[in-house]
């Protein structure tokens, strides 16, 4: 009589239908909380049959299936995995390996002389004087100690002469500034010369009315100048 009705309870079993084969073969043990719609174990394992089908309970629903959790998955995801929706079932996507940071730019630096022409040069000459040679051998120096990426050196007059002969008088003492920092090493592409004659005055009108020319030339000291700026990185 006892293995009868244990017939009975296996075919009643049998009446609710089987699950889809599993989608893995190692056993499925379920958390064993809430409504588990398949039979299970003492172990929790789900029971299979013979050719590896989950036995469904009379708990059993799509809703159940894929509630029920075993693991890090629902149940169903090994017994019913065309009922589970295929995204309850897949580990999430691991994010990508973040980028290594890049190193920040190193931006060049730039150091801008004004040199005093009267200090490099007699007045209106383009030759070299030793004090100005010394002003320049410390520049050298210091763009020996970059990566040097670029010399600008612009020549300026004060506005006693023509417009044209301040303009060459500015070239020319650029040039001998270029000439001199060629000599003690720097590259010569590497400096670029500018004449601006008159035209950038330092003093502005602040000396319209200084007379006598003595007192005039003093006055516009301040605009003839030689403007090196050294532009490299550390």
Same mark, same amino acid.
């Given at each position: 009589?006892?293995?009868?009705?244990?017939?009975?309870?296996? *075919?009643? $079993? /049998?009446?609710?239908?089987?699950? @889809?084969?599993? @989608?893995?073969?190692?056993?499925?043990?379920?958390?064993?909380?809430?409504?588990?719609?398949?039979? %299970?174990?003492?172990?929790?394992?789900?029971?299979?049959?013979?050719?590896?089908?989950?036995?469904?309970?009379?708990?059993?629903?799509?809703?159940?299936?894929?509630?029920?959790? @075993?693991?890090?998955?629902?149940?169903?995801? #090994?017994?019913?995995?065309?009922?589970?929706?295929?995204?309850?079932? #897949? /580990?999430?996507?691991? #994010?990508? @390996?973040?980028?290594?940071?890049?190193? !920040?730019? +190193?931006?060049?630096?730039?150091?801008?002389?004004? =040199?005093?022409?009267?200090?490099?040069?007699?007045?209106?000459?383009?030759?070299?004087?030793? &004090?100005?040679?010394?002003? =320049?051998? &410390?520049?050298?120096?210091?763009?020996?100690?970059?990566?040097?990426? +670029?010399?600008?050196? $612009?020549?300026?007059?004060?506005?006693?002469?023509?417009? #044209?002969?301040?303009?060459? =008088?500015?070239?020319?003492?650029?040039?001998?500034?270029?000439?001199?920092?060629?000599?003690?090493?720097?590259?010569?592409?590497? +400096?670029?010369?500018?004449?601006?004659? &008159?035209?950038?005055? *330092?003093?502005?009108?602040?000396?319209?009315?200084?007379? !006598?020319? *003595?007192?005039? %030339?003093?006055? =516009?000291?301040?605009?003839?100048?030689?403007?090196?700026?050294?532009?490299?990185?550390?």
């Amino acid at each position: 009589m006892i293995k009868q009705t244990k017939t009975l309870m296996l *075919a009643a $079993v /049998a009446a609710l239908g089987m699950a @889809a084969p599993a @989608a893995f073969a190692q056993d499925v043990k379920v958390d064993g909380t809430g409504v588990i719609p398949y039979v %299970i174990d003492a172990r929790n394992v789900v029971a299979r049959s013979g050719t590896g089908l989950c036995w469904r309970t009379g708990y059993w629903s799509p809703a159940a299936a894929a509630s029920a959790m @075993a693991g890090q998955f629902p149940v169903g995801c #090994a017994c019913d995995s065309d009922i589970v929706p295929a995204d309850q079932c #897949a /580990a999430p996507a691991a #994010a990508p @390996a973040a980028a290594p940071a890049a190193a !920040p730019a +190193v931006r060049p630096t730039a150091d801008k002389i004004k =040199l005093s022409a009267d200090a490099l040069f007699d007045f209106d000459k383009a030759v070299l004087k030793p &004090e100005g040679m010394a002003r =320049l051998d &410390e520049l050298a120096a210091q763009a020996q100690q970059l990566k040097l990426e +670029v010399i600008l050196a $612009v020549g300026h007059t004060d506005r006693i002469g023509s417009d #044209a002969y301040n303009q060459a =008088l500015s070239e020319r003492r650029a040039a001998a500034v270029k000439t001199y920092l060629v000599s003690k090493g720097i590259e010569a592409n590497r +400096v670029y010369t500018e004449g601006k004659g &008159e035209r950038q005055p *330092a003093t502005g009108n602040s000396c319209d009315n200084v007379r !006598p020319r *003595a007192a005039l %030339i003093d006055c =516009l000291q301040p605009d003839r100048r030689v403007e090196v700026e050294v532009i490299g990185t550390k």
